[in-house]
């Protein structure tokens, strides 16, 4: 495997004993994670790692994910959302008014 050139990391919520209890995922973190997959896809963007978390204690933000080695900070995650971040990376941007961190 070669090394990813970026990792996502997408706030799950899951806490100890592995309940998903937090708002990440009573927003749709699962349904976003299935939707990143295939925004990666799309684009081409196989170089880029995708992970679901635990909780990442900002559930007042969520859903939230994280974009390594940059560390974005992105919350409030809705599919558009996620297309609008997508298209920044893949240009080398950011999208500014989605960032929470």
């Known amino acids: ?6 990792h996502i990391l997408l706030c799950n919520s899951f ?3 592995g309940t998903p209890q937090g708002a990440c995922n009573k927003k749709g973190a699962p ?9 990666l896809a799309d684009r081409g963007m196989d170089d880029i790692a995708l992970s679901l978390t635990n909780c ?4 007042d933000r969520g859903p939230v994910m ?9 919350g409030g995650l809705t599919e558009d959302r996620i297309d609008a971040i997508l298209d920044a990376l893949q240009s080398g ?3 500014e008014e989605f960032l929470i961190a």
Request: glycine share 6%; with cysteine; aromatic share 14%.
């Open 66 to 74: 994280v974009v390594y080695p940059e560390s974005y900070w992105y």
């Open 15 to 17: 806490r100890a004993g």
């Open 1 to 6: 495997m070669e090394k990813p050139q970026r």
């Open 93 to 95: 941007t950011t999208v």
């Open 31 to 39: 349904a976003l994670m299935q939707y990143l997959q295939e925004g």
């Open 56 to 59: 990442l204690n900002v559930c």
